[in-house]
């Protein structure tokens, strides 16, 4: 749905120029090519990112709290060692993905520097590509 409503408010934008200063092509430098304001699509974006970033990060709170409750049923101080060491590894994978996440997405659209969200799309890239599945 996300995809689809950014897409349709795309094709109502003008645009001055066709060299996308990032990484890759993404909505917001995507906005920042257009000759028209764009301000109405910054702020569905930011709607539509919010909701998606909280669904996903309260499924994740949510597995994380039932994966904790498992492992302090281990019986054994060594399983449950090893069950919070193997947690807090995803937990950094995951830490790192979703702050990109949010501070790509969920921050104004004027007067942030491109190149830093050129770096922090690079970190973004790189841990999505890990595809590490807990």
């Known amino acids: 749905m996300s995809s689809i409503v950014h897409t349709t408010n795309t094709f109502h934008l003008s645009f001055c120029s066709n060299e996308i200063n990032h ?3 993404d909505t917001s430098p995507l906005f920042s090519l257009s000759c ?3 301000y109405i699509h910054d702020v569905v974006l930011v709607v539509f990112a919010s909701l998606v970033e909280a669904r996903c990060l309260l499924t ?3 597995s994380y709290i039932l994966i ?3 492992i302090l049923k281990t019986g054994s101080a060594e399983g449950r060692r090893k069950g919070f060491s193997t947690c807090a590894s995803y937990l950094t994978v995951v830490s790192i993905y979703h702050g990109t996440l949010i501070f790509i997405y969920l921050r104004p659209g004027t007067g ?3 190149a830093i969200d050129k770096v922090t799309s690079v970190f973004y890239t790189y841990v999505k590509s890990l ?3 807990p």
Request: glycine share 0%.
């Open 23 to 25: 990484f890759f092509c």
């Open 36 to 38: 028209t304001d764009t």
């Open 60 to 62: 994740v709170l949510l």
């Open 68 to 70: 904790i409750a498992a």
């Open 112 to 114: 942030h520097a491109m």
């Open 131 to 133: 595809n590490l599945q």
